[in-house]
T-cell receptor, first 113, second 113 residues
């Protein structure tokens, strides 16, 4: 069974600074990997996804993520955060022919002025 | 267009009430999902429909009753809920079961008194 670990529960970053959120997964085959963002009281919005191919994936809102098979990681990055990036971020892993999407516990991002 | 809509946005109900949550998508997706999300936690899968048939029930109590009237609509009927059922209820859809990305709606915030 697949599992996802987001080691950082809470990250505080200054506006304009760079952001990196960590995600490690456990899965036997090539996983489908996702990053979702959830603003307070809102649903989950897809930031980006990786199925195959280029291991550096570009997403919406200036986010990117890199799939590293050797490290079982799919870390999310943004070069310069905006106050509107304050939210909860979830990494998720799925698989071909499997209905289940396994979520990490989430990382709360706070942006200070 | 990757929009999933949910109504109502907020719902307050007593433990003896009957209410329904509604979810709609017009992306031609044939798999639809109900999730329950408690504060500061990742979403938990409740039900999965594939081609309008219930495929997965993740051991959800019978006071939650899903229904898929057609390929675009998904309902969740609520009856005799408990205060601990208060949560954000999220609907999602994907092209087919086990393939591709799940797109989430904005959720219904439910409070059971």
């Amino acid at each position: 069974a697949q599992s996802v670990t987001q080691p950082d529960i809470h990250i505080t970053v200054s506006e304009g600074a760079s952001l990196e959120l960590r995600c490690n997964y456990s899965y036997g085959a090539t996983p489908y990997l996702f990053w979702y963002v959830q603003s307070p009281g809102q649903g989950l919005q897809l930031l980006l996804k990786y199925f195959s191919g280029d291991t550096l994936v570009q997403g919406i809102k200036g986010f990117e993520a890199e799939f590293k098979r050797s490290q079982s990681s799919f870390n999310l990055r943004k070069p310069s955060v905006h106050w509107s990036d304050a939210a909860e971020y979830f990494c998720a892993v799925g698989a071909s022919n499997d209905y289940k999407l396994s979520f990490g516990a989430g990382t709360t991002v706070t942006v200070r002025a | 267009d990757t929009e999933v809509t949910q109504t109502p946005k907020h719902l307050v109900m007593g433990m003896t009430n009957k209410k329904s949550l509604k979810c709609e998508q017009h992306m031609g997706h044939r798999a639809m999902y109900w999730y329950k999300q408690k504060a500061k936690k990742p979403p938990e899968l409740m039900f999965v429909y594939s081609y309008e048939k219930l495929s997965i029930n993740e051991s959800v109590p019978s006071r939650f009753s899903p229904e898929c009237p057609n390929s675009s609509l998904l309902n969740l009927h609520l009856h005799a809920l408990q205060p601990e059922d208060s949560a954000l209820y999220l609907c999602a859809s994907s092209q087919v079961l086990g393939q591709g990305t799940q797109y989430f709606g904005p959720g219904t915030r439910l409070l059971v008194l």
